[in-house]
């Protein structure tokens, strides 16, 4: 049961990572450990101490509780936040900028 459940926080991680868009590598290194613990995370070879889980939920951009809501869907605030998260991660500074200008239109604030 417990491999069970370390098996379920990983695949947690992973999806929220790849819908951010985001790859191990990168988080590995925003987080402080290698892309091997954090792929032996994903699997559920590992449990992740605390530290490095509020690190993970960090660089996603969601909360810890987010890792352990099974009702959160495709399109719940915590995917959303990360797909966000993981697309400003990956543009370049001129495509950022389209971006925040775009994003501040929609919003009325620009």
Do not use: N
């Not at 987010?66 to 697309?87: H, K, N, P, Q």
């Amino acid at each position: 049961m417990v491999y069970d459940r370390k098996k379920q926080l990983g695949q947690r991680i992973k999806s929220l990572r790849q819908q951010a868009g985001l790859k191990q590598e990168w988080v590995a290194e925003q987080i402080g450990i290698d892309a091997k613990s954090l792929s032996r995370i994903e699997r559920g070879a590992h449990y992740p101490s605390l530290e490095t889980l509020d690190a993970i939920s960090a660089s996603l951009g969601v909360t810890l509780g987010d890792f352990f809501d099974d009702s959160a869907g495709t399109d719940s605030e915590a995917t959303l936040r990360a797909y966000l998260a993981g697309l400003a991660a990956s543009l370049d500074l001129s495509r950022l900028r389209l971006v925040a200008e775009a994003a501040k239109k929609v919003l009325g604030k620009g």
